[in-house]
């Protein structure tokens, strides 16, 4: 972990802090603190959470996000044998759905067949437009389901042993805002099976005699361990809203009392750009957003809801996919 923090004249000059862990930060306590030109510096001790990243506490206050699952296709379809059972890419949306508590702190959608380019999906190859990576259809897919965040990701390994004794459940899982398509956390689970690791065709995806088996138990286990990864890293994470319908005097919001939506609620404004960011080399970096000042909830209703502009300015009037930030 490195954070600095640099001021000039009063004012903050720059803001910096850059975390690298594959688990979640627990507890910390401050080592040092120093300040050398101008430069502000902190050292601290961390403890990190379980390994892997996905035993962490969820996140219950606030607003309640939203998560779509869509399609994990499978990196190499020909580690699957002739006469198998199919469906991992379209169907593990479905199954990992199921894997969520009732009580989960976020509430879950699911898409199975759709699925973006999920090695990479913030970069962009060279030649083929930014749409065709996933961008935009990440984004159109978060509008229909109202999502703040989406979950993909691949199967980079289901590969059988020469002796047909023992296989690998290798998935990758990225969560990605909805907003930009970028990447904002990302997760490796693997399980290895020992025994009863080919399942015939015959076989019914999701059923009781899949799940039966040495290697439907691994697979089960890798989605366990992905939905509560997902669930403790999206309920911490910024939560967002759109406009899907604008008025002079008040505009409705595509999340509502279900999301914990209450009258008297500010959000903060914004107006994406139609084009992210991206740089020389085709990386999406994001999305500019202009700020465009505060709204106030008046009406909710369990889906949607209604609001105004707190401070409204005669020349501007929110437009139908603005978004909305909680403080």
Sequence with gaps: MDARSGTASHQTAFDQVVIRSGTRVERHRILAETEQDGVYRVRLSAELGAAGGHRGPVCREGHTR??????????????????????YAQ?????????????????????????????????VVDGVAADLQGWSVIRDAARRHRAQYVLAGRFRSLALAADE??????????ILDASSGVCVARQRFRRVAQGKVKIPGTV??????????DFGKAYAAV?????RWAEATTSCLPFSARVIRSGKDAVHLDA???????????????????????????EILGLEKRPLGEVV???????????????????????????????
Aim: charged share 25%.
């Design 223 to 227: 989605l366990d361990d992905m939905a």
């Design 165 to 174: 004794k023992s296989r690998e459940v290798d998935l990758e899982a990225l």
């Design 66 to 87: 939203r998560l779509l699952l869509l399609g994990f296709p499978v990196q190499r379809p020909e580690q699957l044998a002739m006469r198998e059972m199919t469906g």
């Design 297 to 327: 909830i008046t009406t909710v209703y369990p889906r949607f809801a209604i609001a105004r502009l707190q401070t409204p300015a005669p020349d501007l009037q929110l437009e139908a996919g603005d978004e909305l930030h909680g403080h």
């Design 204 to 213: 019914v995806f999701g059923s009781a005699d899949h799940y039966a088996t």
């Design 91 to 123: 169907l593990t949306a479905t199954e990992a759905a199921r894997r969520f508590p009732e009580d989960a702190a976020i509430l879950v959608d699911h898409q199975g067949d759709l699925m973006v380019l999920p090695g990479v999906p913030e970069r």
């Design 256 to 282: 509502g009392a279900e999301q914990g939506l209450a009258p008297g609620d500010l959000l903060s404004a914004f107006r994406p750009d139609r084009q992210p960011v991206v740089t020389p080399g085709g």
